[in-house]
């Protein structure tokens, strides 16, 4: 059996049985692209310049589902290790509307101590010890869209922690996650404004190359026995179409896709599939 159209660790998954493939089809799939790749390598820029001092700020700006919080996981597992904490990510999405961004990233590194009790020359001093212990160079706060609904009496002081994460006292490059809703937000604060460059993450487009480039790597990690080509016009099209340009949906209705190819023998992914995948997951309002 030909299987030359997979990775190499996937060939041996597509010899096994129908069960143990579809249960692979949900296993985590990073697909490298150029826009993926620049953002690692601005992450270890700022890993660099943070060794001599320098520190710089950006906010990752992309509807929601276009794979923001996966490239930041993505660059939390490459630089982290054992020994060096380089990316501490903070999700805020689990916080409510009572988000003391400070309470939360002094938590985060380990303290147990009231805000007040840390908001002083020593409690800085001890931030920023415990900072350079971890080896910490870059904070993410990821699903920062969190901080619009927080209680009036704290928006300016988080704020305030924002900027001063990425002062001299604490010392770290600072990347907020969020959608164009918290990019309006951020530039509120003048000052936030002024320091947070944005890097923004686009939407899939039916003629991107790059799309052509993602889908293409895409199959190679499903187990399937024959080869789907997804590079179309056509299927490109509807798939951005049906699923809003989403990274996340295009994953959805593709691992569904896959897993019906498998069940039914087809054992590839063409547009009727995708039709049918994207029937079932992505129902639209229509008549009765």
Not at 26 to 44: A, G
Not at 176 to 183: A, D, I, N, R
Not at 248 to 259: D, I, T
Request: hydrophobic share 40%; charged share 25%; net charge neutral.
């Amino acid at each position: 059996m030909d299987l030359s159209h997979l990775a190499p660790k996937v060939q041996q998954i597509a010899l096994m049985d129908n069960e143990a493939r579809i249960a692979y089809c949900d296993m985590p799939v990073w697909i490298k692209t150029s826009s993926t790749k620049s953002f690692l390598d601005v992450i270890t820029r700022m890993i660099e310049l943070q060794r001599i001092g320098s520190r710089s700020c950006l906010g990752l700006i992309g509807v929601s589902g276009i794979g923001k919080t996966t490239m930041v996981e993505r660059a939390e597992a490459l630089f982290n290790t054992p020994d060096a904490t380089r990316i501490l990510r903070i999700d805020l999405a689990t916080c409510g509307r009572h988000i003391d961004l400070q309470e939360v990233f002094l938590s985060k590194i380990g303290f147990t101590e009231k805000v007040k009790a840390m908001s002083n020359p020593n409690g800085v001093k001890r931030t920023k010890e415990r900072l350079e212990q971890m080896q910490a160079a870059v904070c993410i706060l990821d699903e920062a869209n969190a901080l619009i609904g927080v209680r009036h009496a704290l928006i300016q002081s988080n704020y305030t922690y924002l900027r001063a994460m990425a002062n001299h006292d604490v010392g770290l490059s600072v990347i907020v996650v969020g959608t164009e809703e918290f990019k309006s937000h951020l530039a509120v604060d003048p000052q936030c404004r002024s320091r947070f460059g944005l890097w923004e993450v686009h939407s899939w487009e039916a003629d991107s190359d790059e799309f052509s480039r993602f889908l293409k790597a895409f199959v190679k990690f499903m187990p399937l026995r024959k080869v789907s080509v997804l590079h179309t016009e056509e299927i490109q099209a509807d798939l951005v179409d049906g699923c809003n340009g989403s990274t996340r949906e295009v994953v959805k209705v593709l691992v569904a896709s896959a897993k019906l190819a498998i069940q039914s023998g087809e054992e590839r992914i063409d547009k009727e599939l995708i039709t049918l995948s994207r029937s079932i997951l992505l129902p639209t309002f229509g008549d009765d």
